[in-house]
Structures are given as structure tokens and as C-alpha cells.
């Protein structure tokens, strides 16, 4: 079975966490995710998580510490490894170059959200470590 890692970004301000809303020509339409991306071949968790950020996002962001990750299966023979980076934005200005939108929302009211099953379980574990 095929495990594809993939990076996304806890990226928190002010009790806030930015949620990403996938477009509906995505696959898992109009869900929200963590935005991210698949590492490409040479280059580092880190290296990925900065990249795709920059490239859907317009931000550049600091990484703060890695989270625990989520395998999930998402078709009978592939499986992404989905790894959480806590991040908080260091520059730029937010754009749109892939989802449809993003917002931040308080960290009680996350699981509102109509959540991509993958990203479910990281931002339960999330919630949990709030004080």
C-alpha cells in the first residue's frame, strides 16, 4: 500500500486557528482542511510546509513544533501520512490561490467546521492541548 506524506499548518493567532475551505473543483469539495501540501522528492517536512503555505496562501510562516500525525487510508490501496505543524504567519498577505476561502476561528468552535475526514483527528488532538 502507497503512503503519500503530507504536511499541513496549525496556524494559530489570538485563541484563533486559520481554516482553509477546499474549492469545489477539488476533490472533497467545499471541506475544510488544514492547508498544506505533498513533500516533494529532496525536500524536508519544514521545506514543504513553508512552500505550500507560500504558494496557496501568499504567507511566509514560522513552524513552532511538530504535532503528532494522522495515517489515513483514502482509497483501498493509498494512504496519506498527514503531519500537523504548529505555525504562526511572519509576513505577507493572504491570498487565495486554491481555496475557496479561510477563516480563523476560535479554537472552541472548530469542530463546527465540516472537517476533511484526514484532518479530523488532528484538530481533536489540537482542541485537547488547549488549556
Excluded: Y
Excluded at 476533490?27 to 505550500?52: A, M
Excluded at 493509498?78 to 505555525?87: E, H, M, R, S, T
Aim: proline share 7%; aromatic share 6%; with cysteine.
Amino acid at each position: 500500500m502507497k503512503t503519500i506524506p503530507v504536511t499541513c499548518a496549525l496556524i494559530v493567532k489570538e485563541g484563533q486557528l486559520l481554516c482553509a475551505q477546499r474549492s469545489e473543483f477539488m476533490t472533497l469539495p467545499l471541506k475544510w482542511e488544514l492547508p498544506g501540501g505533498k513533500i516533494e522528492p529532496n525536500e524536508s517536512e519544514e521545506e514543504c510546509l513553508q512552500r505550500e503555505i507560500k504558494e496557496e496562501l501568499g504567507l511566509s510562516i514560522k513552524i513552532l513544533k511538530r504535532l503528532e500525525p494522522n495515517l489515513h487510508a483514502i482509497q483501498s490501496d493509498k494512504k496519506i501520512l498527514l503531519i500537523p505543524f504548529l505555525c504562526e504567519i511572519m509576513d505577507g498577505t493572504l491570498l487565495l490561490a486554491e481555496h475557496k476561502e479561510v477563516v480563523w476561528v476560535d479554537f472552541q468552535k472548530l469542530m463546527e467546521l465540516d472537517w476533511a475526514d484526514p484532518d479530523v483527528p488532528i484538530i481533536k488532538r489540537f482542541i485537547q492541548l488547549q488549556p
